[in-house]
């Protein structure tokens, strides 16, 4: 019953933007294969985020990078009928927390924008970072950039807070919807993999106790 009820929470036509896809048959496909079968198999979450042996990091973190995306995506993808330009005109973590929008292109200065708007910019930002050749590179022999683990940092720190946002001002949903357990399931993955590789910044992970344990970071 439990399933049927999250495939109801977790339908298609929910998803707040389209799957991003491996393509089979590549290196990352097969990753990504194995990356499942380990989260599928019940092991600790803490076992499944390590790097397999003789697994290349970029390609294990850039598997999670877009599977985090399309996991996230349809979590929010969920709450956005109770996340409006009414309900959360300020893109926040509660009361201590604000975070304002600031990319290379529309908004060279952070700015303070409604958490509907703000959740747009960021999936709409990732998507468009996670299609790019040149930093996401898809064919064989073609290396990461530079710049590649930085990239994800940034991208990960920013979905970060859609969970802050998601499970501090749209608890009730979740509950309400009987998805609890798929979100925090998802968050504590997120949460063991961030870090294992050290990729997000300690003060961002401040407002969000631990649901699993109560602890603060």
Request: charged share 25%; proline share 6%.
């Amino acid at each position: 019953a439990m399933a049927l009820c999250l495939k109801q929470v977790f339908n298609k036509d929910k998803t707040f933007r389209p799957r991003k896809k491996f393509e089979p048959g590549t290196q990352r496909f097969e990753l990504y294969k194995k990356a499942q079968a380990s989260l599928k198999s019940g092991l600790d979450l803490k076992a499944v985020v390590q790097l397999p042996p003789g697994e290349s990091i970029n390609d294990w973190i850039a598997v999670h990078v877009v599977d985090f995306f399309n996991r996230i995506n349809l979590i929010y993808g969920t709450m956005s009928e109770y996340c409006t330009e009414r309900s959360c005109p300020i893109m926040s973590g509660g009361l201590k927390y604000e975070y304002r929008w600031q990319d290379d292109s529309k908004y060279k200065k952070p700015t303070k924008l409604s958490a509907p708007q703000y959740m747009c910019m960021l999936m709409d930002w990732i998507e468009m970072l996670i299609n790019n050749e040149d930093i996401f590179p898809t064919r064989i022999g073609v290396p990461f950039p530079k710049q590649f683990q930085q990239v994800c940092t940034k991208i990960l720190t920013r979905l970060f807070r859609v969970f802050v946002h998601v499970y501090i001002h749209h608890f009730d949903s979740i509950i309400n919807m009987g998805a609890e357990a798929h979100v925090n399931t998802c968050y504590k993955h997120f949460y063991y993999f961030i870090r294992e590789f050290s990729l997000i910044d300690h003060r961002e992970l401040e407002p969000l106790v631990r649901p699993w344990d109560g602890e603060v970071e």
